[in-house]
């Protein structure tokens, strides 16, 4: 049985997300933009169904996906590309990998006790992410 991601989270920590958003070859503009940024997230998880939308006052982005089914990912509000993504649960993490024109792009999210954390990753680049339910 896989964890319950379900809930409405809020940003408690950020770090090293410059270093991710520079793998990503995201402009200095928008950098300097989204790291002051804290955003939320919402998860909906039905089966192997999930919904999870990173909201900010900047930008949104809502991924919508089926646990263990490849799917063609629109990431233009991100950093304008477009990869393959597959979402697996492995063990208690459900653990993402895109595949595009950047080498090493996934993530993965767990929880440890009331904290939902979330690793980027890009070109060697990682950013850990941690997140508090509301």
Known sequence: MPVDLNGYWKM?????????????????????IAKLLKPDKEIAQNGDH???KTLSSFRNYN????????????????????????????????VCVQKGEIEGRGWTHWLEGEELHLELRARGAVCKQVFRKT
């Open 50 to 52: 999930m919904i999870i």
């Open 63 to 94: 991924m919508e996906f089926d646990v263990g089914k490849e799917f063609e990912e629109d990431l233009s509000a991100v950093d304008d590309r477009k990869c393959i993504t597959t979402i697996n649960w492995e063990g208690d993490k459900l």
């Open 12 to 32: 408690i920590s950020n770090e090293h997300f410059e270093d991710y958003m520079k793998a990503l070859e995201i402009n200095v503009a928008i950098r300097k």
